[in-house]
């Protein structure tokens, strides 16, 4: 599990809105590359952006907490947002070639990429979650770290 410092800006039922502090070093570790920043560099930007999170511990306005993410969950998004998608817009077309010649082909990817995009919209992806409060001094990125 990879983790980070966020700080909550608005909450909205069991959803936390919160904005990742992205320090280029966590502090814990020195920048020793525990994987913190690096991670969650590729899932946050560097403005400062509201993403929503599972408020698992109650969470106010205005604390800081540590937000995780589950191993691979990256990886799984990307491949239900992209690959799901083009195999459905190649199974589409190679069924409509086989059925009926080009235009049938073209009308096959066309079905196929849009029932992958309705497909990956109802698929539910597991949202990171606060996990604790946290601040600076306490964090620590032991569970990201290389083992």
């Known amino acids: 599990m ?3 410092l ?3 800006v608005r909450i909205e039922g069991d959803t936390a809105w919160v904005e990742v502090e992205a320090p280029t070093s966590c502090g814990a570790c020195g920048g020793r590359g525990c994987g913190s920043t690096t991670v969650f560099g590729q899932l946050f930007h560097a403005r400062p952006v509201a993403y929503p999170v599972t408020n698992a511990i109650a969470a106010g306005v205005g ?4 937000v995780a993410v589950d191993e691979g969950m990256l990886l799984r998004s990307a491949l239900r947002a992209y690959g799901l998608p083009l195999a459905l817009l190649l ?5 409509g070639m086989t059925l009926g010649g080009e235009l049938w082909a073209i009308s096959g990817a066309a079905a196929g990429l849009v029932l992958g995009a309705l497909q990956m919209r109802r698929a539910s992806a597991t949202r990171p979650r606060i996990v604790r409060h946290g601040d600076a001094e306490h964090f620590s990125c032991s569970s990201s770290q290389a083992r």
């Open 91 to 95: 199974l589409g077309a190679v069924l």
């Open 2 to 4: 990879s983790e980070t």
């Open 6 to 8: 966020a700080r909550v």
């Open 63 to 66: 604390e800081t907490v540590v």
